[in-house]
């Protein structure tokens, strides 16, 4: 288990950008895979990026691809999610999380972030 510190949502305007981070305290997750999932009101949590050990490969939900970066720093113990023009339907509460594969199945995850909150307005 690694605890896991979520920031960079907010509220943006259709087709603007925001960039998430996510980090690990005093922890060294070089050894975890990383994703990202949101979960919208109403629906259940879905996939949205993971990003290996390595930094390669990564995956990405079809909504997601060509807008959305997943990368990671090892050095400073955080992953990213960069995400550019923003739709309303990428509202969500974003949620960070580690785990010893790579994957897309939010049950391979062994370790959650707090969620941040991404608003998008049209």
């Known amino acids: 288990q690694v605890q896991l510190v979520e920031s960079g949502g907010g509220l943006v305007q259709a087709g603007g950008s925001l960039r998430l981070s996510c980090a690990a305290p005093?922890?060294?997750?070089?050894?975890?895979?990383m994703g990202w999932f949101r979960q919208a009101p109403g629906k259940e949590r879905e996939f949205v990026a993971t990003i290996s050990q390595t930094g390669r490969p990564t995956y990405y939900v079809a909504s997601v691809k060509g807008r959305f970066t997943i990368s990671r720093d090892n050095a400073k113990n955080t992953v990213y999610l960069q995400m550019n023009s923003l739709k309303p339907e990428d509202t969500a509460v974003y949620y960070c999380?580690?785990?010893?594969?790579?994957?897309?199945?939010?049950?391979?995850?062994?370790?959650w972030g707090q969620g941040t909150q991404v608003t998008v307005s049209s």
């Open positions: 005093g922890r060294t997750f070089s050894g975890y895979a």
């Open positions: 999380a580690a785990g010893p594969v790579f994957s897309t199945t939010a049950g391979d995850y062994h370790s």
